[in-house]
């Protein structure tokens, strides 16, 4: 038996791939904004279940829930995504490692940190693969017309 080669067709694998990131990007980006925003507003029941806001300025919860939320609101828009992405992969893994993994080892289910360990691993993909398309980044690679 011979290995066929299967080839896409020109053009529209690169521009469903970049459709695809995107709307992979603006929906955990949007999830990682209402992450934050529970500890920033008290939003969705808050830190504690009973609408509970963190303290600010105080480290690492109010960092905890300030991050998510910049980080995500840059990242939905795809504006300064990479760097953006990055801050919140190492926010999320920092997180997961002083947090979470004193509470209960380095399994996520025993520790609750199931969401940290999948955000740091999501943001980190976005910062490798980029914003794909429909991102402010392009815009401001756009040269200036003269």
Known sequence: MTATEVRPVAGTTSTAQ????????????FLFVLHGCMGLFGAFGGVDGQGGMVSFPTWPDFWGSAIPFGTGILVLLGLFTRPAAVLASGAMAYAYFTVHVPMGGLWPLANGGELAAMFSWIFLLIAVFGPGSLALDAVLKRPKRS
């Open 18 to 29: 970049s459709r695809m990131l995107a709307g992979f990007r603006i929906v955990m980006s």
